[in-house]
């Protein structure tokens, strides 16, 4: 059915930049252009995959940009205090 086949497919993960000590769920401080692997081994294929920083929606080449299906890249610091949002609420399109 329509709610099986994309159930799977539906990605919600969030991790907080801290300053020290990280635990699960949580980064230390990310420098621009280090590449970030999505958590909980999340992928995207296209542009189904949605990034919000502290609940603000990020735009692709403007924000971040894709370096491969697993990973990503900001174009400036992430810090102390920043919580940052991978979702994805439908399968890639065809």
Known sequence: SFAESDASEIYDETIEIVASSPSSGQS?????????????????DGLELQIFLNGNYQEDVEDYIFLNSTQIQFNYD????DKLRFRKDRAPEA
């Open 28 to 44: 230390l401080p990310i420098n621009a252009g280090t590449p970030i692997t999505l958590p909980n081994g999340g992928t995207y």
């Open 78 to 81: 992430l810090e102390p205090g």
